[in-house]
T-cell receptor, first 113, second 110 residues
Framework: NAGVMQNPRHLVRRRGQEARLRCSPM?????VYWYRQLPEEGLKFMVY????????ESGMPKERFSAEFPKEGPSILRIQQVVRGDSAAYFC???????????FGQGTRLTVV | GIQVEQSPPDLILQEGANSTLRCNFS?????LQWFHQNPWGQLINLFY?????KQNGRLSATTVATERYSLLYISSSQTTDSGVYFC????????????WGAGTKLIIKP
């Protein structure tokens, strides 16, 4: 049973470009979460999705950031017109229920140059 | 919102030593998880422990929800235990969003 799969592991973008981060949840999990981690800090919640629905995006910046979890395919976190401050590790997690144990992917380390 | 505090922030031990890491939270929680982030950045689930005590090999954890704290015990430390240990909670009433502590950075010296 494969775990949560994220790709790419590392992503380098120039300022102003777009970053697309992908996440495939564990088999049987329909709840997906995105978190951001800055160096030397814990993770911060960004968005919670179920299939085709955004349940809570209160932790996600209103501009430039968007997330989706389509009926088919992985969840996507999209950052438009990236800036240096977007450099961070972005983790995806999935669970079988809202308050059930969450399992995390290996993260995508975004570097904006 | 709920505050999650972990102590100590840093811990340096010799291989073979035992350690206790603490997680305090300021309000009621539905659930609590402990994670190990290894030096490569990977997050590994250790325990899902809203209350009570669990053991897994050299690691064990205890959560006393009524007193709002959890403890992670590591016995006979190995160098591979190095990394950052995070506690994360589901606040009561917001049961999907994990609120994270700042972590305890553990270094095990050979």
């Amino acid at each position: 049973n494969a775990g949560v799969m994220q790709n790419p592991r590392h992503l380098v973008r120039r300022r102003g470009q777009e970053a697309r981060l992908r996440c495939s949840p564990m088999k049987g999990h329909s709840h997906v979460y995105w978190y951001r981690q800055l160096p030397e800090e814990g993770l911060k919640f960004m968005v919670y999705l179920q299939k085709e629905n955004i349940i809570d995006e209160s932790g996600m910046p209103k501009e430039r950031f968007s997330a989706e979890f389509p009926k088919e395919g992985p969840s996507i976190l999209r950052i438009q017109q990236v800036v240096r401050g977007d450099s961070a590790a972005y983790f995806c997690a999935s669970s079988s229920g809202a308050s059930d144990e969450a399992f995390f992917g290996q993260g995508t380390r975004l570097t904006v140059v | 919102g709920i505050q999650v505090e972990q102590s100590p922030p840093d811990l340096i031990l010799q291989e073979g030593a035992n350690s206790t890491l603490r997680c305090n939270f300021s309000d009621s929680v539905n659930n609590l998880q402990w994670f190990h982030q290894n030096p490569w950045g990977q997050l590994i689930n250790l325990f899902y422990i809203p209350s009570g005590t669990k053991q897994n090999g050299r690691l064990s954890a205890t959560t006393v929800a009524t007193e709002r704290y959890s403890l992670l015990y590591i016995s006979s430390s190995q160098t591979t235990d190095s990394g950052v240990y995070f506690c994360a909670v589901h606040p009561w009433g917001s049961n999907y969003q994990l609120i994270w502590g700042a972590g305890t950075k553990l270094i095990i010296k050979p």
